[in-house]
């Protein structure tokens, strides 16, 4: 049924149009979904006329519009099997981006190509009938999704097997939960024969448990090869499922890239911190206008730079920083992250030093944060970074990852850090 | 450059022709049971309403003010055209709507927009192949016995249904962007009511007003049906509008709303989702 070779020969010539971002998918295969100099304006008119009478009265001053651009000239490729994240503030445009994507909403200018069937939809249950019972919904909304009514008869029994409601098929889904309502939508998702999934916003509801049945789903699709494009809010699903995000702003894209990256641009973003459009593709963050971080490491107590560490010992991040202007009471800051990029520890010198001091141009500094080590064996990287002072802080320069640490032990134990501990025995 | 719409690859073309006829009996199949969920008579309720308005016409009309003497099987005709006036109207109004009703939908999944008013249009023809049942055994409990000439309705019916749907189309979509067309469509099915024959035969107007009178499709299709449902010795539609020839009056009525409803429809269709 699906026929990708056929799907190739309908590709448009614009596929290779120069100015398309770089993507890391690979250049040898062609990619599942490639999007370039796409554009969605909306016309707001000034009032909103839905009479007859509105507009027979005031035939003129519904011209004037406010131009909405929800998707400003984006261009980007999604490659095969990949799971991409498009994330961004509410209103920045990253679900008309997808209606578009999904055919929903036609687009201004601009070309999409997708090869592989796409699925229609853009969410979970849509369709769904609160007064049908869950065997009628499930089969409307299979149909819906693109299967045929035999189609959908065959997989019902998978269905409801995967969202474990058996008990409750005959009951109208009105006296569902809203969980067991998500249950059942997820399952009839996943039974639809789509190579490419698109879905906006979909963990948001849900038990733990069944979360973490979703999240073996997403796997189980990542494994048959299937590509998802997911928008979402949720960063800690970013970074757990996706390959690749995009920060969406303002209808254009902000930032391709790694999800860690994305989902901490997007945090900046969202705290109002970025400097806009100082976005590097290769982790660094900030205009660096003022000062710039030239280098970070890590350092035992006797001063040697080190890349790993016996599990206990004590040891200093560093950064080095060289000032371009003059600053006032600056902001140092490190992150350290372990290798599943949990964020082990973070520190910022306004929290622990009440002045820094004022820094000169010109001037070079060295910023060291010793610590007692409690980490547990695993590899570690530093992000250090330098801000303004005030109110809103402003970022001036962000090096992810910058240095890092192997800070190894003769037994693993598991856990993320090792505190210092002692045992005591009580024996009567 | 425009959008290469024609590469978005998503099923094959038979398999997109299959989903639309699954998806428009589903949506159809599931409102028809939907509209009687947690009626105690179900179904029962469609009849009630054209026969109490039968009722109430025929007590008025035949009993009270005494109309329809000289019309042979009067109470038959007024049912069944009743029946077919209101299937008619039936699809226009429900159709006025339809896209409003299941924006839910067309915001949220790809599918053909023009599911929507046919199955509009199908879950009335359930409703009038039912209602049907009841009105031949009126009919044959009336006298009127069925005959060969019946299987006329057939095409009549597809009139209907073509002239229905077609002005459908068209106020569905400009529904969307005017909520006024509800009033407006409450007002002219009153008037068309009363156009079209449905309490009263055609022949009965002055022969004059006879011709422009069949230029209403509606009328001219329940002037056919008696001739060849109520009373074969009634003038059939072309020879109370004075010649075939004349009939391409309200076929070409017919016709043109259903091309115009249909152009409207394709053209807004794409637009829809964000119109709404």
Not at chain 1, 213 to 239: I, N, P, S, W
Request: include cysteine; proline fraction near 4%; hydrophobic fraction near 45%.
């Amino acid at each position: 049924m699906k026929s990708p070779l056929l799907a190739l020969t309908s590709l448009p010539t614009a596929l290779h149009t120069p100015g398309l971002e770089p993507s890391v998918t690979t250049a040898a295969t062609s990619p599942a979904i490639s999007v370039s100099g796409l554009n969605k304006t909306f016309r707001l008119p000034h009032r909103r006329y839905s009479t007859l009478k509105e507009r027979v009265l005031h035939p003129f001053s519904a011209r004037s519009f406010d131009e909405l651009r929800a998707v400003n000239e984006m261009s980007f490729e999604i490659a095969h099997g990949e799971f991409f994240g498009i994330v961004g503030r509410n209103g920045s445009g990253k679900s008309t981006l997808l209606k578009c994507l999904a055919g929903i909403y036609r687009s201004d200018s601009g070309s999409i190509a997708v090869e592989g069937r796409l699925s229609p939809f853009i969410e979970l249950g849509v369709g769904f009938n609160s007064e049908l019972t869950a065997r009628d919904n499930v089969i409307l909304n299979a149909i819906m999704l693109g299967l045929s009514r035999k189609e959908a008869r065959m997989r019902f029994d998978k269905i409801i097997e995967f969202a474990e409601l058996e008990e409750f098929v005959d009951l109208p889904l009105k006296n569902y939960s809203s969980g067991m309502t998500v249950r059942l939508a997820f399952a009839v998702t996943v039974e639809v024969e789509a190579d490419i999934l698109l879905i906006d916003e979909v963990l948001a509801v849900g038990d733990a448990a069944f979360q973490q049945k979703c999240y073996e789903q997403f796997e189980q699709l990542r494994r048959e090869g299937r590509t998802m494009v997911l928008v979402t809010h949720d960063m800690v699903a970013v970074e757990r499922f996706c390959d690749r995000a995009m920060l969406v702003e303002r209808g254009t894209i902000t930032a391709t890239g790694g999800p860690h990256e994305i989902a901490l641009a997007y945090n900046e973003l969202n705290f109002g911190r970025l400097v806009e459009g100082a976005v590097a593709s290769d982790g660094r963050y900030g205009d660096q206008g003022a000062a710039e971080i030239k280098d970070a490491w890590f350092e035992d107590d006797h001063g040697e730079r080190i890349k790993e560490l016996p599990q206990g010992e004590a040891c200093s991040m560093c950064m080095e920083v060289l000032f371009h202007e003059s600053m006032a009471e600056p902001i140092f800051a490190f992150h350290l992250r372990n290798e599943p990029r949990h964020t082990v520890f973070a520190t910022q010198s306004d929290w622990r030093m009440e002045h820094v001091g004022d820094f000169r141009r010109g001037e070079r500094t060295i910023v060291r944060v010793r610590f007692d080590s409690w980490l547990a064996p695993n590899r570690y990287t530093v992000s250090p970074s330098v801000a303004r002072a005030g109110g809103g802080a402003d970022l001036v320069d962000l090096r992810e990852d910058l240095a890092d640490l192997v800070v190894h032990a003769t037994r693993v134990t598991g856990g993320i850090i090792e505190v210092p501990h002692t045992y005591t025995l009580e024996r009567s | 450059m425009t959008v290469a719409a024609a590469a978005r690859r998503r099923l094959s073309p038979e398999h997109e022709t299959r989903r639309f006829w699954h998806l428009t009996w589903t949506l159809a199949v599931t409102d028809f049971k939907l509209k009687f969920y947690g009626s105690v008579l179900g179904f029962a309720w469609t009849l009630v309403r054209p026969f109490a308005i039968f009722g109430v016409i025929w007590l008025v009309f035949a009993k009270v003010m005494g109309t329809g003497h000289n019309v042979k099987n009067y109470p038959a005709y007024v049912l069944m055209s009743l029946v077919l006036f209101q299937y008619t109207t039936g699809i226009v109004g429900m159709s006025l709507s339809c896209l409003v009703d299941r924006q839910n939908l067309l915001r949220k999944i790809r599918f053909p927009r023009l599911v929507i008013p046919l199955s509009v249009t199908l879950q009335c023809m359930f409703d009038l192949g039912l209602t049907m049942i009841a009105v031949f055994i009126f009919m044959a409990i009336s006298g009127v016995y069925p005959a060969w000439s019946w299987f006329e309705l057939v095409p009549l019916i597809a009139i209907l249904t073509l002239f229905g749907t077609g002005l459908g189309l068209l106020l569905s979509v400009l529904f969307v962007r005017f909520r006024d067309m509800r009033p407006i469509w409450d007002v002219l099915s009153q008037m068309l009511f009363y156009a079209s024959a449905v309490l009263y035969v055609a022949t009965s107007v002055p022969e004059n007003l006879q011709r422009p009178f069949l230029a209403n499709p509606i009328a001219a299709v329940l002037t056919q049906m008696r001739h060849a449902v109520v009373d074969p010795t009634a003038r059939t539609a072309a020879e109370t509008i004075g010649g075939e020839a004349r009939l391409l009056i309200p076929a070409g009525i017919v016709v043109v709303v259903a091309l115009v409803g249909s152009w409207a429809f394709m053209r807004e269709a794409p637009k829809v989702a964000e119109n709404l």
